[in-house]
């Protein structure tokens, strides 16, 4: 017994040691980048495609000599959902493991508890995963980016969309928290305001996480929309297409919504029919369109033996603009990298893109259009994709100051 | 609005329902026999459902193969739950009820971490037979198959527990031993045995709900803590240890949250939490619970 | 309480140390001490009525989070500076924890774990949907505090003296006429209302104060990462402070602190490891449960007890 506490006590010991001296470890000639994702919980799967897509794209900057003759190093770590989490890890990698740059994100909120930790250490933020409008506007500073589009464009990708669909009756289903409830206010306000005025039959609201469903289908049923707008993402959408097809509900209504290449992969032949979905990144649209998109494409299922899904391009878009930055400014000051992002244009699998230099936010467009099961993949796919360009749904420079100069 | 709606409306809460029963169950009889509230039955869930998913993946992964994983995950999930109470459960029967809650809140981050780590990031699809998935018309309106199998599995579970629990000699012992332990080990009766059964067969009932609700969603990492903090409700509502009370309890949420969208969707989300909260102030115990002080 | 010289003169020592690491450390590790004096707070807080007062509660961060959107909406909404909203906070603290201890202590035992768990949950539904007042999902990020406390040295300082301040008060507690009926309450409830005290009023109390520590606990991490957000009330952080008394040594006095200070260097060292550090917090949480249920600190004071006593 004594041995043994003896002992635990002394391995306890080493490791508070081993994290004092960790700071001091010099870094030699590769050059440290961090990761900072929601490895527990809901969101694990779609970290997990942009941490793949990153270590992807840093095996390939190596591949060819590194950038400016360093190599680059990424390490991950896991926030959870815990905001304070992913400000503290950023913290720690940024000071003591001399990171040059923090990729990665999570929920709206882990992003912005990290964000304000990048802001005041003056390190890039270059957000893949996370969206909420507040990254680059309410809460936005000159050291993030954000590479897929935010909430608020979503939502306008939506309401073009929308705007040249003959439905005029709807329901909603979406999880009760801000991003789906700005997203469905915003819709409904900016189709007003384009003369099209929709009747919502129904509004249900799901917590986030919810997998049992079977409660909202018979109601959502009983409204009789034309069509339903689907808020719902991740697990619960699975779950929701899943239980939704058992009960017939799309036998009855046309459906659209954050229907991503995750769920369609997920439910394999299962995915029912007559459902419209939308992309940050469809694989298959891109690798038609571009030739980065395929060999982008090709090369992440070689090594990973699977699809790239939305968030595969935003995070591998993500380290290659970094690395474009880098050698803009022609040194890893964070500081220079920063300036040198804002305005970037580089190109990807998505084709030649641009960094907003206002916001930092990348011009990336919306795919959206009906989901069709596909032989080939196994899975359905938007077939055929609409993409609805940055320029067309975000706010203008001018909007953006105007947010920027009341804060 | 249509009578068939209403119907529908019935059946969708009533499935919801009895899905939540089928977990909160487990829990119940658990805390009712042992004391011990159990956070790690809805990682057991989860573990359930992914080893349902691997079983019919070894099995070439066509719907039918659905039963093996039916009678093989549950079992699994069985033996390792008797695994736990003998190793890790039995040792702290003698201390405070917080090492008890401390082991098992342990196995829940132990549990979910090694299923992330087995069985990655992917959502997995567990596919049901042919003739569980078809749908049935009943006096115009039109329901799955499924959801009428689980609330009869529901209503089958609370029939077999109650004649387990009172029409049976095992099931005498049991209450005994929940309602004076030490009256009962006087009388030469092995508890050790029984907190054993009751905790495999609690592990069993989670991995049963796990595996019936696989084919409703996609076996993912988060499904645990979903659904715990309901069954935890349903368990206050309807008294802690009280199966009884655990089963109406489901049926009131599962069809109060039902009518609760349709009337008043703003606040449907907060119903269980809202009789919850009423439930607690007016008798702290539950229900259907004893008050001890 | 063996040894009073040494008792009183061990923690000033320990004071001056941390002055001192104060005037060396970077900025990096002075940020990780004042987690460390935060949670060690939390953790104290919870020790009070579950180590001494034998309650076990599952839901303390409500407490530790309401704390923390007090102080968090009171800087937003008022323009008040930190310390009179810590103030303001600790005291709505003390109030809401009266009601969930009025409420909760008509339980006892498990079934009181598991109202204080139901309510802390309500109170986490509630700051989830209430997106005017609480910032909803999102939470409350950027909130401005005054530059001085901003500097980590600063307000490192000020932490310190908090925390130090509170458990002060909270040994001056436990070594009053009350804190040793709470101590009875615990060992023998029936046998110490035999004695004639009010063990409601008497448990309600403990229950009080401890609510309140969470919340300057709580108050103080906002001065520290100015931003609130539903997790700091959900079930999981009520975990925490349980898992660091046990981690440190319940039934000890500075089990608490200890058990933070580890808790934090554990995740760090385990974080940097592996994304998979829940496996290891969880398995060492079993091992140390299965084998040295006394905790580290219970340890070291079982080790030490021989020389305090010689010392007397």
């Not at chain 1, 799967?45 to 942009?50: E, L, N, P, S, V």
């Amino acid at each position: 017994m004594r041995k043994n506490t003896i002992f635990t006590l002394t391995i306890l010991l080493v490791f508070g040691l081993l994290t004092l001296c960790s700071g001091l470890a010099l870094a030699g000639e590769t050059v440290k980048i961090g990761f900072v994702g929601a490895f527990t919980g809901p969101a694990f799967k779609m970290t997990k495609d942009a941490e793949q897509a990153a270590v992807l794209a840093i095996e390939e900057i190596n591949a060819t000599g590194g950038i400016l003759g360093n190599k680059i190093e990424m390490d991950s770590r896991d926030g959870g959902n815990r905001p304070e989490l992913h400000a503290r890890l950023a913290r720690e990698m940024i000071e003591q493991e001399k990171v040059k740059a923090i990729f990665g994100g999570g929920a709206s909120s882990c992003v912005l508890g990290a964000s304000a930790v990048a802001k005041e250490l003056k390190v890039p933020y270059l957000v893949s995963v996370g969206n909420s409008s507040s990254i680059v506007w309410k809460k936005g500073h000159h050291y993030v980016c954000l590479f897929e589009s935010n909430s608020s464009m979503e939502a306008n990708a939506w309401v073009a969309w929308a705007a040249k669909q003959p439905w005029r009756t709807y329901s909603w289903i979406g999880p009760d928290y801000e991003w789906s409830r700005m997203t469905l206010k915003a819709f409904k306000q900016k189709l007003a305001a384009r003369g099209i005025n929709l009747k919502f039959k129904k509004e249900l609201w799901h917590k986030l996480g919810e997998t049992t469903f079977t409660s909202y289908v018979p109601v959502l049923k009983a409204s009789r929309p034309e069509v339903l707008f689907i808020g719902t993402w991740g697990s619960s959408l699975n779950a929701f297409i899943l239980q939704a097809g058992q009960a017939g509900l799309f036998d009855k209504m046309k459906a659209f919504g954050m229907i991503a290449e995750d769920t369609c992969i997920a439910l394999g032949k299962k995915f029912p029919q007559g459902l419209h979905g939308f992309s940050r990144g469809a694989f298959n649209y891109y690798s038609a369109k571009e030739a980065a998109g395929k060999e982008f494409t090709d090369k992440y299922y070689k090594k990973f033996n699977m699809y790239p899904g939305g968030f595969s391009f935003c995070a591998y878009d993500s380290v290659i603009a970094w690395a474009a930055a880098v050698k803009k400014a022609g040194s890893f000051d964070s500081t220079k990298v920063a300036d040198a992002l804002r305005g970037l244009k580089f190109s990807g699998p998505r084709g030649d893109q641009y960094i907003r230099a206002v916001d930092g936010q990348l011009n990336c467009a919306t795919t959206m259009g009906p989901l069709v099961y596909n032989e080939k993949y196994g899975f359905a796919v938007l077939d055929p994709a609409t993409a609805i360009a940055a320029e067309n749904v975000w706010l203008s420079v001018d909007e953006v100051k105007a947010i920027y100069s009341k804060q | 609005m249509e009578f068939s709606d209403i119907l529908d409306i019935i059946v969708g809460g009533l499935t919801s329902g009895m899905l939540l029963f089928m977990v909160a169950a487990g829990l119940t009889l658990v805390f009712g026999v042992l004391r011990i509230i159990n956070f790690s039955h809805g990682a057991i869930y989860m573990l359930a459902a992914y080893i349902s998913y691997s079983v019919m993946a070894l099995f070439g992964n066509a719907p039918n193969t659905y039963w093996m994983a039916l009678l093989i995950a549950p079992i699994a999930v069985a033996v390792l739950g008797a695994l736990i109470e003998v190793f890790l459960l039995r040792p702290m029967y003698n201390r405070e009820h917080l090492m008890q809650l401390l082991v098992t809140y342990a196995l829940v981050l132990v549990i979910v971490d090694a299923t992330k780590f087995l069985w990655g990031p992917d959502p997995k699809m567990v596919l049901l037979p042919d003739i569980l998935s078809g749908r049935i018309a009943i006096l115009g309106a039109t329901f799955s198959v499924y959801s009428l199998v689980l609330i009869l599995i529901g209503f089958l579970t609370m029939a077999g527990l109650w004649l387990f629990l009172n029409k049976t000699k095992l099931g005498h012992i049991i209450r005994a031993g929940a309602f004076d332990p030490e009256m009962t080990e006087a009388l030469g009766i092995n508890l050790k045995f029984i907190y054993t059964f009751i905790f495999s067969l609690g592990a069993w009932m989670a991995g049963l709900a796990g595996v019936l609700i696989a084919p409703l969603t996609t076996v993912s990492q988060g499904m645990d803590s979903s659904v715990l903090l309901d069954a935890f409700a349903v368990v206050v509502i309807g008294g802690m240890g009280s199966i009884g009370g655990a089963f109406l309890a489901s049926i009131l949420v599962g069809l109060g949250n039902s009518f609760g969208l349709l009337w008043i969707a703003g606040i449907a989300i907060a119903f269980t939490f809202i009789v919850m909260a009423v439930v607690l102030v007016v008798r702290p115990w539950g229900l259907f619970g004893r008050p001890i002080k | 309480m063996k040894s009073n010289r040494i008792g009183t003169f061990l923690p000033l020592l320990f004071l001056v140390f941390l002055f001192l690491l104060g005037q060396i450390l970077p900025n990096f590790y002075l940020r990780i001490i004042i987690e460390m004096a935060i949670l060690g707070l939390f953790a104290q807080s919870l020790n009070l009525i579950m180590g001494y007062g034998g309650m076990i509660s599952f839901g303390h961060a409500a407490f530790y989070g309401f704390g923390a959107y007090a102080v968090a909406i009171l800087l937003r909404d008022t323009g008040m500076s930190l310390v009179p909203a810590i103030l303001t906070g600790t005291v709505l603290t003390g109030v809401f924890g009266f009601i969930v201890g009025a409420i909760c202590l008509r339980a006892a035992k498990l079934y009181f774990a598991i109202l204080t768990m139901a309510i802390s949950q309500l109170l986490f539904v509630l700051v989830y949907q209430w997106y005017a007042f609480t910032g909803g999902d999102n939470g409350i990020h950027g909130l401005t505090v005054s530059p001085w406390m901003t500097d980590p040295q600063h307000y490192y300082y000020f932490v310190l003296a908090v925390v130090g301040l509170c458990f002060f008060a909270i040994r001056v507690i436990l070594n009053s006429p009350f804190g040793y009926t709470l101590r009875a309450l615990r060992d023998n409830q029936e046998r110490t209302v035999f004695l004639g005290a009010y063990v409601w009023w008497q448990k309600l109390i403990a229950f009080v104060f401890a609510a309140m520590f969470a919340g300057i606990a709580g108050g103080l991490y906002v001065g520290y990462d100015h931003m609130a957000y539903p997790l700091l009330v959900n079930w999981s952080k009520s975990a925490e402070p349980i898992l660091m008394v046990i981690l440190g040594g319940i039934n000890t006095f500075w089990g608490a602190l200890v058990g933070a200070v580890l808790f934090v260097i554990m995740e760090m060292v385990i974080g940097k490891i592996t994304t998979y550090w829940l496996f290891f917090l969880g398995a060492t949480i079993l091992i140390l449960v299965m084998f040295f249920p006394k905790g580290i600190w219970g340890y070291v004071e079982e080790k030490l007890a021989p020389f305090l006593a010689r010392e007397r």
